[in-house]
């Protein structure tokens, strides 16, 4: 079954079985390539040469970067993984959560690379990962990524008592397809039958795990895991630094969501439901999915209620109720107390609220169809926007000349927007956090489907902000640029590479020294994020400076620079701006090395390859070949 | 069975007149033994070339043994702090052996000797405290190999809190006779008997090369010997590595020190988290050839698994063994290299694999109460001989190619099965095209 052919043809909520989880998530970016940071030029991706003094060597600037950039991180390892994360519950239907199903306290792991698409700010944070693990030898899911995550919906108001990116939340939502799915389930784990079951449905093509992301502390190095060196401060980390100690200091998140049956007419890798923005008070999205079949809602509060503290103790802001209005009319969905939000409660489900509305009369579910959703209590409110513009593959990597297209979808209360609905483009540049142009709006199909073909642009990272308005109307007014706003926004980002094509064309074999692949294309990860360094914790001991490894590792080098390999945790280079020109020269370099015929270095007695092939024949080294 | 005997004494005592002269198994009995003790020459007398040969592949023994329990207890280790770091660092520690394990291979082929890959699985070395045991990390096991690693209890400065009783009463066993390291003092000592004559510099490009194995970046101790001198400074280097006569000048500390951390670090999380398990329940002595031994690999998959497993292992001691009867010029050789690092990488990954499975369904507990999860083999075939006429020894790499191949095709997760066969397919061709078998 085709799912875009089905998509959205009855409006649905999170399905059974569920399975919620809890536990902490490790982030240890590697942050040199933040813009912010000023020696990365995002334009050209590589590194600010202007800033390195006159007459400083690569190595002595690589060598000075910890101190100064004065980075939390430096580092880093981009890893991105769930630490000590288990199942906490499991639930076969509203409001009944089991602990004693053997799936319960069994470890869900998910291990891949952090990595911003913009180095300028935080909106583009996506994990390239390869599987989730839930369960152990004996009751098991595993399930193979078709498409990495990505970070929605930041909110930087989540905790009262924590500032900035401590205080940030975000909700994961991503789509596992059943093909890549196998369930091991030797401990006779029901909830594993269960899902089993559901997936052998024609509704359900694989499973949606959303998950929220909060509370982030940093230093834990020695609390969080046992790393020896244990700054507990800006000040102590440069200290290590200075003392030439490299190592991680990650930042850990509590992570908290849910597992359950991907239904064929929810969205992949993008939260499904009608969704609440903030009218006052501290409070996050709130997302409601409604299946009037099922004559059931779902609040899903995993974003809405801040915490307070670093206990993740949830504010209390009173009774909230949960309704819909149309016309002057309102029906109420649910009225909360505060034991129905507080953190238990939240860690219980993830913060997903089971509502029966089996007393809904007909003119009832008119207005909850119709009507505006809101959420309100004494402190805090939130209401529904019309439009949701869901841009399931929200970042793009593209060589510049190169077109590409990405796939929108509208959706109107829930369902999808009439046909002819149009979108409102505008295009930002990311790096100047300024206005380029408005382009000319889409329109929709009869399934609430456009598609928009990414403008070919010139190197950097631009980002394109959706908003949806009937074709009667008049088009909504352009917001200006503000990384704050784009939490409330609808955007795709777009890192355009640069075309290094005549470079590539321009060297020939004979230049293609090591001295020439290192100060051209390792130097930039090498200099900037010299993690292959790394000794321990965790051991990488991979440096790209070093000749004799990067060569004895040729094959090894040209797959993971492999196009092939771009969605996968291991792909090289991290920060995924290697641009076409130069993954072919790195290849040719590789292929070179295992033929055994890179060139040697003579650049610094002026003797070029090129020149020492015009003055000398050339020796015979290759061995004979049998076949 | 052994041919040859061992035969220690005390320090100091005349051999002939005074000293007294115990096997291995009756000086482990005598504690009043403790301390530095010497391996006696063979009786009736070798020629010392032979008898360095004959040493060294005991030597080259004990280095297999050790490096297969290292891995095997850095497997048991689950993906959390602080075993993550723990396995770390005894998978380190398993590298370094293997580079162990290539100096030794250097040092035959500088004598003229045979290569010795094989591992003596029962009855266990002589030398070696402790029988050879696959087991999960515990503090037991910890605590044995400290005392495998461990130098002469009385140049142990007192600074590191070593308490040998303690050890000694973890370990549950009475290994505090430093056999492992009368062994090399032998060895060295015979080195300068033979001099430089007895060391063959031709055999220097047949000798496994340090830059191939990036020795620098892994602290590896591998070197080329081709005369007394770089054999003795090797064989010193070996002992200085493993139990720290004298702590290394640059690079990590010992593994006597860096295992006696984790020992001390083991204990200490147990203490702090009662109840806590160190690592992941798996079988003792893993198997897929016993179906009555308790660690049988009796699920289908695991047992699929680790048919796999233990020819990818066979397999990559081959290869080892192989590359070092070709030149370094020889672009065979470089083939031969690369296919190793493969398939070091693919047995962690099958490895990854088994501890993921059942033993045995219905399950089997340990005695916490856990289910044993499956455990990667380790298991050697009946011979590790490498066939005699060179054109044989690819056609050996080739069936066990077509072998292994057939062996992923049976076993449950065929896309990882697939991503491994995907590296073996091109060999089979190259074999062919190369050599046209």
């Known amino acids: ?627 | 069975m052994l041919r040859r005997r061992f035969e220690f004494y005390r320090e100091g005592d005349d051999v002939g007149k005074d000293a007294v002269m115990m096997t291995a198994e009756s000086a482990k009995s005598k504690l009043h033994w403790a301390g530095p003790i010497k391996l006696a020459r063979q009786s009736p007398p070798m020629d010392p070339i032979d008898e360095m040969i004959f040493l060294l592949h005991t030597a080259a023994e004990i280095e297999h043994s050790l490096l297969a329990q290292y891995l095997y207890a850095a497997w048991s280790l689950p993906e959390r702090e602080p075993q993550r770091r723990w396995r770390e660092g005894l998978i380190a520690i398993a590298r370094e052996e293997m580079g162990h394990l290539m100096s030794v291979q250097n040092l035959l082929l500088a004598l003229g000797g045979g290569l010795n890959f094989e591992r003596e699985d029962y009855p266990f070395n002589e030398f070696y405290p402790f029988p050879f045991r696959l087991e999960p990390l515990s503090v037991q096991l910890l605590a044995r190999v400290v005392l495998a690693e461990m130098p002469d209890p009385a140049i142990i400065p007192p600074e590191l809190g070593f308490d040998l009783a303690q050890v000694r009463a973890d370990a549950d066993e009475q290994g505090d006779v430093d056999r492992v390291g009368a062994l090399f003092e032998l060895i060295i000592q015979l080195a300068e008997e033979v001099g430089n004559a007895g060391f063959n510099g031709d055999s220097l490009p047949f000798q496994a090369d340090p830059n191939d194995w990036w020795a620098c970046i892994f602290n590896l101790v591998l070197t080329k010997a081709g005369d007394r001198d770089e054999a003795k400074k090797l064989l010193e280097k070996i002992a200085e590595q493993g139990e720290g006569h004298t702590e290394p000048d640059v690079g990590p500390s010992s593994h006597f020190r860096r295992l006696f951390e984790v020992y001390n670090e083991a204990k200490q999380f147990l203490d702090d988290s009662p109840g806590a398990q160190l690592a992941l329940p798996l079988p003792v002595n893993p198997t897929v050839n016993d179906p009555d031994a308790d660690g049988y690999l009796g699920l289908e998959d695991a047992h699929a698994w680790g048919v796999a497993f233990n020819q990818r292992f066979h397999w990559v001691l081959l290869e080892f063994a192989h590359l070092l009867t070709l030149d370094a010029s020889d672009s065979d050789r470089r083939e031969l290299r690369s296919w190793t690092v493969v398939d070091m990488r693919a047995l962690s990954e099958m490895a990854g694999i088994l501890i993921g499975l059942p033993q045995v369904i219905p399950p089997k507990f340990d005695s916490f109460g856990r289910p044993i999860v499956a455990g990667p083999p380790l298991e050697l075939p009946h011979s590790l001989s490498l066939p005699d006429r060179p054109i044989d020894r690819w056609r050996a790499q080739a069936r066990l190619a077509h072998q292994h191949i057939a062996q992923l095709r049976n076993v449950g997760d065929q896309t990882t099965a697939a991503s491994m066969i995907a590296d073996i397919e091109p060999r089979v061709e190259w074999i062919r095209k190369r050599h046209g078998v």
């Open chain 1, 1 to 627: 079954m085709d799912p875009k052919k089905t998509w959205g043809l009855t409006m649905t909520t999170p399905a059974f079985p569920r399975i919620y989880i809890k536990g902490l998530v490790s982030w240890d970016p590697g942050l040199t390539n933040g813009s912010g940071f000023g020696f990365y030029d995002p334009v050209t991706a590589t590194i600010d040469r202007s800033q390195i003094p006159a007459g400083t060597s690569l190595q002595d600037f690589r060598d000075s970067l910890p101190l100064l950039r004065q980075s939390w991180n430096h580092y880093g390892t981009h890893i991105a993984e769930f630490r000590d994360v288990k199942v906490t519950g499991v639930s076969n239907g509203p409001g009944n959560v089991s602990i004693t199903d053997p799936i319960v306290e069994k470890p869900v792991e998910m291990k891949g690379k952090l990595v911003d698409v913009s180095a300028a700010n935080d909106n583009g944070t996506q994990v390239f990962f390869d599987k989730i693990v839930v369960g152990d030898a004996f009751s098991k899911i595993e399930a193979k990524r078709q498409r990495r995550m990505t970070a929605r919906f930041i909110n930087f108001d989540r905790n009262t008592s924590l500032s900035g990116a401590a205080g940030a939340s975000a909700v994961w939502e991503v789509s596992l397809p059943e093909d890549g799915i196998s369930i091991q389930n030797f401990g006779n784990s029901t909830v594993l039958s269960d899902l089993e079951s559901a997936l052998s449905l024609p509704e359900h093509i694989g499973l949606s795990f959303r998950f929220h992301t909060y509370r982030t502390l940093y230093y834990r190095n020695g609390i969080d895991n046992s790393y020896k060196h244990r700054p507990r401060s800006r000040e102590e980390l440069t200290e290590l630094y200075s003392h030439g100690h490299n190592f991680s200091n990650p930042a850990y998140s509590i992570v908290c969501g849910v597992i359950r049956p991907w239904r064929v007419d929810e969205h992949q890798d993008h939260p499904t439901g009608r969704v609440l923005y903030r009218q006052n008070g501290g409070i996050g999205k709130t997302f409601v999915s409604i299946d009037r079949a099922a004559e059931r809602a779902v609040i899903d509060l995993g974003e809405t209620i801040p915490e307070v503290d670093a206990d993740a103790t949830k504010q209390d802001i009173g009774e909230v109720r949960v309704t819909s209005e149309h016309n002057g009319t309102e029906v109420e969905l649910v009225t909360l107390q505060p034991s129905d939000y507080d953190r238990a409660s939240y860690d219980r489900t993830a913060g997903l609220i089971d509502v029966d509305l089996s007393g809904l009369s007909s003119d009832g579910w008119k207005t909850l169809e119709e009507g505006t959703l809101k959420l309100s209590s004494a402190t805090a409110s939130a209401e529904e926007r019309t439009y949701v513009v869901v841009v399931g593959e929200r970042d793009t990597y593209v060589d510049e000349g190169d077109s590409v297209s990405i796939e929108l979808r509208v959706m109107d209360h829930g369902k999808p927007a009439p046909n002819g609905t149009l979108v409102k483009i505008v295009e930002f540049d990311e790096l100047t956090a300024t206005e380029i142009r408005e382009l000319p709006p889409l329109t929709t199909d009869n399934s609430g489907y456009a598609t928009f073909d990414i403008p070919v642009a010139g190197p950097g990272i631009r980002s394109y902000v959706f908003d949806a308005y009937e074709p009667t109307s008049a088009a909504p007014p352009t917001r200006p640029y503000g990384f704050a706003s784009r939490a409330d926004e609808y955007f795709a980002l777009v890192r355009t590479l640069p075309n290094d094509d005549a470079l590539e064309a321009s060297v020939t074999d004979a230049d293609l020294t090591w001295r020439w692949i290192y100060e051209t294309i390792f130097a930039e990860f090498d200099v900037l994020n010299p993690v292959m360094t790394r000794r321990s914790e965790p051991s990488i001991n991979t440096p790209l400076h070093d000749r004799t490894l990067m060569e004895s590792k040729a094959k090894r080098v040209k797959e993971l620079i492999d196009q092939r390999a771009f969605e996968t945790a291991s792909y090289m280079p991290v920060t995924r701006d290697l641009s076409r020109g130069r993954r072919k020269i790195l290849e040719r370099w590789c292929d070179l090395v295992l033929r055994d015929d890179a060139p040697g270095d003579l650049l610094l007695a002026g003797l070029t390859p090129t020149v020492m092939r015009e003055r000398y024949q050339p020796l015979e080294t290759d061995q004979p070949d049998n076949g």
